[in-house]
């Protein structure tokens, strides 16, 4: 199915959850078991894993292993012991929508048990359908967003990218990096672009990785460096990724991104999201309503444990920011494109996802 041999970095192997650490890479590639819950609410936490469909896979799997203990714990009353497991693993991040969906779908399985067969065995299953499923709808956004920049001709054959969107970020092979990996494959794109994606080096470590490995031509640059390369005339869109995504089309993802935006509107680059339909929130109206994460101050004031800034000094650091739509130009998803995104196209994207 795949062009590109990608990495993965969630695995259901050996009867439990296996995770590659991604705070290691690319230096090393260590993997992590996961024994029970509260290891896989750490993961998460502590960004082992991170991007927001591998965030909603991995609390997929943690609820099996959850299941599995409470199970073994009390045969009668499990279910009701699995509460505290589900808003455990709620709690562990606040923006990627991803993850409150995938807790969701897997209340809906608990809810559907068959009660004659393994309970624990059908909730895998939904977390591997959960999981599958987000690996098939990145090569529809692939396929469906290169057809995107082919439409609209590239004068530069340049992109910009922010944060990590790829195959360590989601089920496999990546959102707006799945884009980049069809679009670079029918020869649409010439030159990657990576942020390196302060405080937490995403694009630095992880992206640069992946497109290296894939022998996708990549130039690593300081999240500074964009406008520079706009006003070169080097690049024709930027391509992101989203935590969540609101009723009007508004855009949480990796702080970092609305500046992209606003400098690409000002030189007339295009701006494409790339979300599967799990990334949509509707019960939100605007982006102003979205949780916006705030990490400690250690990952701004040192670099890789390696103080940088004066003892004393104050840090705000929020991870993600909002990019209003009107500064979109096309979110694309498996199940279509909406172009100008608004509350209309929105809703009518949503209900035809509905349908399927
Ligand atoms: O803090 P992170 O690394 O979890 O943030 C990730 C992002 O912001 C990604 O752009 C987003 O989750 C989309 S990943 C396909």
């Given at each position: 199915?795949?062009?590109?041999?990608?990495?993965?970095?969630?695995?259901?192997?050996?009867?439990t959850?296996?995770?590659?650490?991604q705070?290691?890479?690319?230096l090393?590639e260590?993997?992590?078991?996961?024994?029970?819950?509260?290891?896989?609410?750490?993961?998460?936490?502590?960004m082992v894993?991170?991007?927001?469909?591998?965030i909603?896979?991995?609390?997929?799997?943690?609820?099996?292993i959850?299941?599995?203990?409470r199970l073994?714990?009390?045969?009668?009353?499990?279910?009701?012991l699995?509460?505290?497991?589900?808003?455990?693993?709620a709690?562990?991040?606040?923006t990627?929508?991803?993850?409150?969906?995938?807790?969701?779908?897997?209340?809906?399985?608990?809810?559907?048990l068959d009660?004659?067969?393994?309970?624990?065995?059908?909730?895998?299953a939904?977390?591997?359908?959960?999981?599958?499923?987000?690996?098939?709808?990145?090569?529809?956004?692939?396929?469906?967003?290169?057809?995107?920049?082919?439409?609209?001709?590239?004068?530069?054959?340049?992109?910009i990218t922010?944060?990590?969107?790829?195959?360590l970020?989601?089920?496999g092979?990546g959102?707006?990096?799945?884009?980049?990996r069809?679009?670079?494959?029918?020869?649409?794109?010439?030159q990657?672009?990576a942020?390196?994606?302060?405080?937490?080096?995403?694009?630095?470590?992880?992206?640069a990785?992946?497109?290296?490995k894939?022998?996708?031509p990549v130039?690593?640059?300081?999240?500074?460096v964009?406008?520079?390369?706009m006003?070169?005339?080097?690049?024709?869109?930027?391509?992101?990724?989203?935590?969540r995504?609101?009723a009007n089309g508004?855009?949480?993802?990796?702080?970092g991104?609305?500046?992209l935006a606003?400098l690409?509107?000002?030189?007339?680059?295009?701006?494409?999201?790339?979300?599967?339909t799990?990334?949509?929130?509707?019960?939100?109206?605007?982006?102003?309503?979205?949780?916006i994460?705030?990490?400690?101050?250690e990952?701004?004031?040192?670099?890789?444990?390696?103080?940088?800034?004066?003892?004393?000094?104050?840090?705000?650091?929020?991870?993600?920011?909002?990019?209003?739509?009107?500064l979109?130009?096309?979110?694309?998803?498996?199940?279509?494109?909406?172009e100008?995104?608004?509350?209309d196209?929105?809703?009518?994207?949503?209900a035809?996802?509905s349908?399927?």
């Open positions: 199915m795949s062009p590109f041999p990608t990495v993965s970095a969630i695995e259901w192997r050996d009867d959850l296996w995770l590659l650490d705070r290691l890479l690319p090393q260590v993997w992590l078991d996961h024994a029970d819950v509260h290891a896989v609410v750490n993961s998460i936490r502590d894993v991170r991007g927001a469909p591998a909603g896979i991995t609390a997929a799997y943690g609820v099996v959850a299941a599995r203990a073994a714990e009390n045969p009668q009353h499990w279910q009701q699995l509460a505290a497991d589900f808003e455990a693993l709690a562990s991040r606040p990627a929508v991803n993850l409150f969906w995938a807790l969701d779908q897997m209340k809906v399985a608990l809810e559907k009660r004659n067969q393994d309970p624990v065995a059908q909730l895998l939904e977390a591997i359908r959960i999981h599958e499923s987000d690996l098939a709808a990145n090569h529809t956004m692939g396929h469906l967003g290169a057809n995107l920049i082919r439409h609209y001709g590239m004068p530069a054959k340049g992109v922010h944060c990590n969107t790829g195959s970020a989601t089920g092979y959102t707006a990096l799945g884009v980049i069809s679009a670079w494959k029918a020869g649409l794109i010439e990657v672009y942020d390196e994606t302060r405080p937490w080096w995403q694009g630095a470590r992880l992206t990785w992946e497109l290296l894939d022998g996708i130039i690593l640059t300081a999240d500074s964009a406008a520079t390369l006003q070169q005339g080097k690049v024709s869109w930027v391509i992101v990724g989203a935590d995504i609101t508004d855009v949480a993802n990796k702080i991104t609305y500046s606003v690409a509107r000002h030189h007339g680059v295009r701006f494409m999201v790339v979300a599967p799990t990334t949509f929130d509707p019960s939100l109206a605007h982006g102003s309503a979205i949780p994460e705030e990490r400690g101050p990952e701004v004031v040192s670099v890789k444990g390696v103080r940088v800034a004066p003892e004393g000094v104050a840090v705000y650091n929020p991870v993600f920011d909002v990019t209003p739509a009107e979109i130009d096309a979110i694309v998803t498996e199940k279509g494109v909406v100008h995104p608004n509350r196209g929105i809703t009518a994207l949503l035809q996802a349908i399927h």
